[in-house]
């Protein structure tokens, strides 16, 4: 059978960078960071961090914002000197080598599969808003999560043209669900007597604040994923940079606002797990908290696409690099996406979708991000050695940037617990067989 008739290129033919469709401009880079960004974990977290931080949650998304902000600046300078496909694995196989990247490249792929799997598990939770079924029966729910990434798929697999416009149009809709949202809650609480609620005092310990700051860092978590798809990207030395600051900083307004408005309407808000709804309910009533439900279906649906059209490039740019199997790069010849991969990216996340829960998917992408982060900010120093005549962007203060992302994100590694170390652990076990795999083949060749 030809390669033509199986839809994919001959793997065996020497691999092409330019094979990839640059169709990503400056707006569509950042709103894909912001529809990744603003996803699912915003409409479920606010009661987790609410538990940890109480009336000071809100100031702690300023604190988790500037950290964040930190790691992204790192991100912007490291980021520009790439244009092919592959974001924090490609820059950790050029900064520390084949072995450090091979254990980030698998990191990546589990932090964004936990993080799209907690959005599927939250969709469902907002849906038995309008079917409470759903919830109740394992099967209808392990089928309507199968047949939901199936679609996103199916529409990513035909096109990036495809994808990009369809996060665009997802993340416009999120930010309007969102702005009604804040505007409704803060001039309900200003306007309505007997709205107000104080949030219980909580014990604000260096334990509480950290564990705070790693579930905000969950929320603010995918703007260094929109940077995987450099390779379908018009211009990312100079889009990049200027995304990243769009994004970061809207971003913080919105948790900022919606943290805000949850903690001060609801009673006992760390108890409820779909606090945004719950929330809109109080001051919007039984005809209005509907629409923010649906709002919060939307925004799920929108982060699943961001997240289908940029995490399979990670695997895709492993395999273009040796890294991985070389049929992980094969390229659909009509609509020049990366085929295989989105395939087995689909099947993998409806796998975590339906086996874990979104606690459990949050807790893991939430320490694999900071590893993630760590390793982004250890290579400004290094790549500015080796590569200091790169065309890139040039962060002004680039190496105090670099020492505080570090520090912030080691500082979080302190709250991983053992089921978080377990996962770790068999993750970098698979990643060393991975290396062990690579290297032999290149031997041999």
């Given at each position: 059978?030809?390669?033509?008739?199986?839809?994919?290129h001959d793997i065996s033919a020497p691999l092409r960078t330019d094979r990839l469709v640059r169709a990503i401009g400056r707006w569509s880079l950042a709103g894909l960071m912001l529809n990744t960004i603003i996803g699912s974990a915003i409409f479920g977290l606010p009661a987790l961090i609410a538990a940890q931080l109480g009336n000071w949650s809100p100031f702690g998304f300023v604190i988790a914002g500037l950290g964040v902000g930190a790691i992204a600046a790192c991100l912007a300078e490291v980021?520009?000197?790439?244009?092919?496909?592959?974001?924090?694995?490609?820059?950790?196989?050029?900064?520390?080598?084949?072995?450090?990247?091979?254990?980030?490249?698998?990191?990546?792929?589990?932090?964004?599969?936990?993080?799209?799997?907690?959005?599927?598990?939250?969709?469902?939770?907002?849906?038995?808003?309008?079917?409470?079924?759903?919830?109740?029966?394992?099967?209808?729910?392990?089928?309507?999560?199968?047949?939901?990434?199936?679609?996103?798929?199916?529409?990513?697999?035909?096109?990036?043209?495809?994808?990009?416009?369809?996060?665009?149009?997802?993340?416009?809709?999120?930010?309007?669900?969102?702005?009604?949202?804040?505007?409704?809650?803060?001039?309900?609480?200003?306007?309505?007597?007997?709205?107000?609620?104080?949030?219980?005092?909580?014990?604000?310990?260096?334990?509480?604040?950290?564990?705070?700051?790693?579930?905000?860092?969950?929320?603010?978590?995918?703007?260094?994923?929109?940077?995987?798809?450099?390779?379908?990207?018009?211009?990312?030395?100079?889009?990049?940079?200027?995304?990243?600051?769009?994004?970061?900083?809207?971003?913080?307004?919105?948790?900022?606002?919606?943290?805000?408005?949850?903690?001060?309407?609801?009673?006992?808000?760390?108890?409820?797990?779909?606090?945004?709804?719950?929330?809109?309910?109080?001051?919007?009533?039984?005809?209005?908290?509907?629409?923010?439900?649906?709002?919060?279906?939307?925004?799920?649906?929108?982060?699943?696409?961001?997240?289908?059209?940029?995490?399979?490039?990670?695997?895709?740019?492993?395999?273009?690099?040796?890294?991985?199997?070389?049929?992980?790069?094969?390229?659909?010849?009509?609509?020049?996406?990366?085929?295989?991969?989105?395939?087995?990216?689909?099947?993998?996340?409806?796998?975590?979708?339906?086996?874990?829960?979104?606690?459990?998917?949050?807790?893991?992408?939430?320490?694999?991000?900071?590893?993630?982060?760590?390793?982004?900010?250890?290579?400004?120093?290094?790549?500015?050695?080796?590569?200091?005549?790169?065309?890139?962007?040039?962060?002004?203060?680039?190496?105090?940037?670099?020492?505080?992302?570090?520090?912030?994100?080691?500082?979080?590694?302190?709250?991983?617990?053992?089921?978080?170390?377990?996962?770790?652990?068999?993750?970098?076990?698979?990643?060393?067989?991975?290396?062990?795999?690579?290297?032999?083949?290149?031997?041999?060749?």
């Amino acid at each position: 059978m030809s390669a033509v008739e199986t839809g994919l290129h001959d793997i065996s033919a020497p691999l092409r960078t330019d094979r990839l469709v640059r169709a990503i401009g400056r707006w569509s880079l950042a709103g894909l960071m912001l529809n990744t960004i603003i996803g699912s974990a915003i409409f479920g977290l606010p009661a987790l961090i609410a538990a940890q931080l109480g009336n000071w949650s809100p100031f702690g998304f300023v604190i988790a914002g500037l950290g964040v902000g930190a790691i992204a600046a790192c991100l912007a300078e490291v980021a520009s000197q790439f244009t092919q496909t592959g974001g924090p694995y490609l820059y950790a196989r050029e900064a520390f080598g084949r072995f450090v990247a091979i254990q980030i490249g698998w990191l990546t792929w589990l932090s964004r599969i936990a993080g799209a799997a907690a959005g599927a598990n939250l969709f469902i939770a907002y849906l038995a808003a309008f079917a409470p079924v759903v919830e109740s029966s394992a099967g209808m729910r392990a089928g309507i999560i199968a047949s939901l990434i199936a679609c996103v798929a199916v529409l990513n697999y035909r096109g990036v043209g495809t994808g990009i416009r369809l996060s665009n149009l997802f993340m416009i809709a999120k930010l309007a669900v969102v702005f009604v949202f804040v505007a409704g809650g803060l001039t309900a609480l200003m306007s309505t007597t007997g709205l107000w609620v104080q949030p219980d005092p909580v014990a604000l310990t260096a334990s509480n604040w950290l564990d705070g700051l790693l579930l905000m860092v969950v929320a603010f978590g995918g703007f260094e994923a929109a940077v995987f798809p450099s390779g379908e990207s018009r211009d990312p030395r100079h889009d990049v940079p200027a995304a990243l600051m769009i994004a970061i900083v809207l971003a913080t307004i919105v948790y900022v606002g919606m943290q805000y408005v949850v903690i001060h309407t609801l009673v006992n808000a760390a108890t409820t797990t779909k606090p945004v709804a719950d929330s809109a309910l109080r001051f919007f009533g039984v005809r209005g908290a509907p629409l923010i439900a649906g709002g919060a279906l939307l925004s799920v649906v929108g982060y699943l696409c961001a997240n289908m059209l940029h995490t399979p490039r990670v695997i895709f740019a492993m395999g273009e690099q040796g890294d991985a199997p070389r049929v992980m790069a094969s390229v659909h010849p009509r609509f020049r996406t990366p085929a295989v991969a989105i395939v087995i990216y689909a099947v993998t996340l409806t796998t975590f979708s339906v086996a874990g829960s979104y606690r459990w998917n949050v807790t893991v992408t939430g320490f694999s991000r900071v590893l993630i982060y760590a390793c982004i900010a250890a290579a400004l120093p290094v790549l500015r050695r080796r590569r200091p005549e790169a065309p890139a962007f040039r962060l002004p203060a680039g190496l105090l940037f670099s020492a505080v992302a570090f520090a912030f994100a080691a500082a979080l590694t302190t709250r991983i617990d053992f089921g978080g170390l377990a996962v770790a652990a068999g993750t970098f076990l698979l990643a060393g067989l991975n290396w062990l795999w690579a290297r032999d083949r290149m031997s041999q060749a």
